[in-house]
């Protein structure tokens, strides 16, 4: 027998209300640490409230910074709120690697997360591990779907379905594109 199927938006995680405002504070503060970041102007705020849990759409990003300025001029918003996922997706990632005794491997893939690595530093990467280079390959190959899944839990605080997360992920791609361009 197959098991029903519920239309319903799955039970979020008893911390997913923290996780999201550390990640909201810290895209906030964004190249500015050393500003404490007391109480989020109502824009963020609203983000906190998990977008999407009603089956509407993903937060507008654009829309939220836009609102932001005058308000400390957060225009960047954006942009710093997508570091901060993938930050956070990193540091997940890097937790893994350590309990599972990997750290020494995760260090060395760390820099080729997002590219291809040169086949002699891969080379000497692998030498010095004490691994064949096809091994680390695929340990790469593991590390980036890690982190995409991790990137997609983080994203999934805000938006629970494939579509919403997928609509956002866009958002910050091109918040971060943009912003390369500067």
């Given at each position: 027998?197959?098991?029903?199927?519920?239309?319903?938006?799955?039970?979020?995680?008893?911390?997913?209300?923290?996780?999201?405002?550390?990640?909201?504070?810290?895209?906030?503060?964004?190249?500015?640490?050393?500003?404490?970041?007391?109480?989020?102007?109502?824009?963020?705020?609203?983000?906190?409230e998990?977008?999407?849990?009603?089956?509407?759409?993903?937060?507008?990003?654009?829309?939220?910074?836009?609102?932001?300025?005058?308000?400390?001029?957060?225009?960047?918003?954006?942009?710093?709120?997508?570091?901060?996922?993938?930050?956070?997706?990193?540091?997940?990632?890097?937790?893994?690697?350590?309990?599972?005794?990997?750290?020494?491997?995760?260090?060395?893939?760390?820099?080729?997360?997002?590219?291809?690595?040169?086949?002699?530093?891969?080379?000497?990467?692998?030498?010095?591990?004490?691994?064949?280079?096809?091994?680390?390959?695929?340990a790469l190959?593991?590390?980036?779907?890690?982190?995409?899944?991790?990137?997609?839990?983080?994203?999934?605080?805000?938006a629970?379905?494939?579509?919403?997360?997928?609509?956002?992920?866009?958002?910050?791609?091109?918040?971060?594109?943009?912003?390369?361009?500067?």
């Open positions: 027998m197959r098991e029903r199927r519920s239309c319903n938006p799955p039970a979020e995680a008893p911390d997913a209300p923290a996780r999201r405002r550390r990640l909201l504070e810290t895209a906030f503060a964004g190249n500015r640490p050393e500003v404490p970041v007391t109480a989020l102007p109502a824009p963020a705020e609203a983000l906190l998990g977008w999407g849990r009603s089956g509407g759409p993903p937060p507008d990003l654009a829309a939220i910074a836009a609102s932001l300025r005058g308000n400390g001029d957060r225009a960047d918003l954006p942009a710093t709120f997508a570091r901060a996922v993938l930050a956070a997706a990193l540091a997940d990632v890097g937790l893994e690697a350590t309990r599972a005794g990997h750290d020494a491997v995760f260090a060395a893939l760390r820099p080729w997360i997002d590219h291809d690595p040169d086949p002699a530093e891969l080379g000497a990467s692998a030498k010095q591990l004490g691994l064949s280079a096809s091994r680390l390959v695929a190959r593991r590390l980036r779907r890690r982190f995409r899944q991790r990137i997609d839990a983080t994203l999934g605080l805000w629970p379905t494939p579509e919403q997360r997928r609509v956002l992920r866009r958002q910050l791609h091109e918040a971060l594109a943009r912003e390369d361009m500067r």
